[in-house]
């Protein structure tokens, strides 16, 4: 199994960027899928981005598409999440997540089995 551990969300105006980082431990990391989820007040938790765990595919929800970029690091066992020209409905609890299915191909997969605590992104207009 691994573990995983988001950081770097905070409060930030309209327009700003900020990068959010997830750390997994073990010695399998580029074993996994890696995903970036989302969950906003009174709505359901919903995909934003993921990465193969080759680093060969990704894949981005169409509300972040342009704007948002999800990247891993196998040496620090890190994927990261660059969030650009922030809005107001991106302001969620922000999850990191992973998947160890193994895909034939380096592919980003619909579903994950292992989540993080979330890191808060609150974006102020």
């Known amino acids: 199994q691994v573990r995983l551990v988001e950081s770097g969300g905070g409060l930030v105006q309209a327009g700003d960027s900020l990068r959010l980082s997830c750390a997994a431990s073990?010695?399998?990391?580029?074993?996994?899928?890696m995903g970036w989820f989302r969950q906003a007040p009174g709505k359901e938790r919903e995909f934003v981005a993921g990465?193969?765990?080759?680093?060969?595919?990704?894949r981005y929800a169409d509300s972040v598409k342009g704007r948002f970029t999800i990247s891993r690091d196998s040496t620090k066992k890190t994927v990261y999440l660059q969030m650009n020209s922030l809005k107001a409905e991106d302001t969620a609890v922000y999850y990191c997540?992973?998947?160890?299915?193994?895909?034939?191909?380096?592919?980003?997969?619909?579903?994950?089995?292992?989540w993080g605590q979330g890191t808060q992104v609150t974006v102020s207009s």
């Open positions: 997540a992973a998947d160890n299915t193994p895909y034939v191909n380096d592919v980003v997969p619909y579903t994950f089995d292992y």
């Open positions: 990465i193969s765990k080759g680093g060969s595919t990704t």
């Open positions: 073990g010695r399998t990391f580029n074993t996994y899928n």
